[in-house]
């Protein structure tokens, strides 16, 4: 996008997300707001499990690292990327910050990871 900017092309903050969800539609960067579970619905487990993770991470933790960690543990082991992805975008309280473009990373509050 960078680039591109030096080129004369320029997009709105939805419109380059728009773009990047088009292009590669496996990162974390969803232009429309995300169907959330209803506020009174239980967590799922993989919420619950990124709620403890985040805990125990300082709040923070790249998307990679999240779904490698959530690989590691027993029962967690078929879960696939897109699976784990689809159930982020579901989430209520979950940031998406991109501190580094190449980068994703997780949080439950706007923060820039350490």
Request: charged content about 25%.
């Amino acid at each position: 996008m960078e680039a591109w900017g030096d080129s004369g092309f320029s997009a709105s903050a939805s419109g380059a997300g728009r773009l990047i969800a088009l292009v590669e539609p496996g990162i974390p960067c969803w232009p429309d707001p995300p169907k959330a579970r209803a506020a009174h619905s239980k967590p799922s487990a993989v919420e619950r499990w990124l709620k403890r993770h985040l805990n125990k991470h300082g709040g923070a933790v790249a998307v990679s690292s999240a779904f490698a960690d959530i690989l590691n543990e027993s029962g967690w082991e078929d879960l696939e990327p897109e699976e784990f992805l689809a159930e982020l975008k579901t989430l209520r309280r979950l940031i998406v910050d991109f501190p580094d473009p190449e980068v994703p990373w997780l949080g439950g509050a706007a923060r820039t990871p350490h």
